[in-house]
Structure formats: structure tokens, C-alpha cells
């Protein structure tokens, strides 16, 4: 396996789902066309299962969220309105879209049953339904859970913290120097990993006397206490930004320049 594979769709990648049963999903915005498109790689190889998948609402829409084989795409109100409204359901492993239904809202997933809030106003405007087929269940809903195991707990985050904290760890201390900790903007993003340190944060850089910033990330690993992988994640940040990045199944997921997806294989 590549030690680093790079999805570029050619789009900006606007959110990306941590791995669901080694599978990542994610999201892409073609801001010019107003366009939203989802897609499937494998994880963490990387590879290709689809693209360009797209629902009714070719704007105002996103992901709900991830469950087991299953990935729940939201609409909302209206532009102006943030709150969700709408349900599409897609098989992950294919890429089909199995059911939609634009005036329900998803509140509560349970296995393959899904409590749902609609329109109803002269009746109880909570149903359950087949998660897969959007039915209506009458009864009590299924106990068991489709999800596997909870993706959660293999997902590390990086921790917002100061400029001084990140100093007082000697790998910090590594890559601030690398830096300059004087031209950093904002906290640093850190995590402290079994065998490697991983750190993000924005730089102020001076080129022929214009002045921009840049949002970096950096490897340590910690038998060599060297810095290892090293990247621009973006060349004109507007400003500090935060959650840039994820560790899951001992790769590095990052987006690079809004455009390329990486998986660093650490």
C-alpha cells in the first residue's frame, strides 16, 4: 500500500465521514454550479467505490450522518432556515439510492429501524420506518443494531491547544521550531499518538514582502524524533481553522488545498 493516496475529484471536498465499516464517505461542492455530489472510497486503501452521486436537491442538502452499510443525506427547511428536513437513504457497498422523502426529518436511528418526524398535524407526527425500504413498521421497534462496531471509539481527533502547551512536549517543540512559533496565528492542533505526533496550525509567511497565511501540518515520529510527513494544507487560509484532520485505523485523513483528499498511512 502507498504510504500516501490522494483522492482529487475536481471538486472541493467539504466534509469527509470517518471510515463505517471500511468505508469513507464524503462530500464535494462545486461552488460555481452550486452543485453537491457524495462519494465512496475504500479504507483504508483508498480505492475508488463511487462518485459523483447526486439527489434531487442539488444544493441546499448534505450528510445526516452514517450508520452500518447506510449513509442518511439531509435537505432542510429552506435557504434561510438551517434546520434539516428531508431523508435520502444510500446503499453505501453500491452507491444506489434506495428510498427519498423530501417533508420527513430523521430523528432517531435504531438497527435498520429509523424513527422519523413528519408533517402530520392531525396525528402523532413520530413513525417508524424500515431504514432500508422508508415502510411504515407498526410495533415495537428492532433491538438490534446494524452499525457494527461504534466507529467512534477508533477515531482520534486532534486536541485545540496553546502555542506554550504544545512547546512543553518535546515533539511539539520539534515542529514549532520548524515553523517558527513566533509566526504562528491562533492554537495548534495536536495529537499525541502511541508512536507518532501529529500537529496542524496557522502560519503567518512573509514572500517579496507580501504577507499570507498558511495552514501547515506535520508528522513527528517519535523513535526517530524526526519530522516525517510534512505538508501545506493551504496556501491563503483566511484565519486559524480547526478540526483539519482525523486518525482511524492507523491513517492520517486530511484535505489538502480543498481539492485532494490525502490518507496518510502512518
Known sequence: MKRTVIYSPGANVWR???AVNGRLVGELRDTENRRVAFFALAFPEGTMLWEGLTVDEQWWTGIERVEGDLLFIHGFVSPDMPMHRGITVVDIPTGKQLWSQPLWTLDVVRGRTLRVLTDGKEYDPNILVDARTGEEIF???EQ???SGAEWWTGVTYPEPVTVERCGAHPLGAVVLKEWNSGEIVGPVEMMDLPEFFVAATA???KLLGI???EHVLAVVEKKKGKIVHDVV????AKGA???TCFVQKGTLVYVQEKKKLCLYRL
Do not use: F, I, W
Open 16 to 18: 469527509v465521514h470517518p
Open 139 to 141: 410495533g415495537e421497534p
Open 144 to 146: 438490534t443494531n446494524d
Open 203 to 205: 502560519v503567518q509567511r
Open 211 to 213: 504577507s499570507r497565511l
Open 233 to 236: 494544507l493551504a496556501r491563503e
Open 241 to 243: 481553522v480547526m478540526e
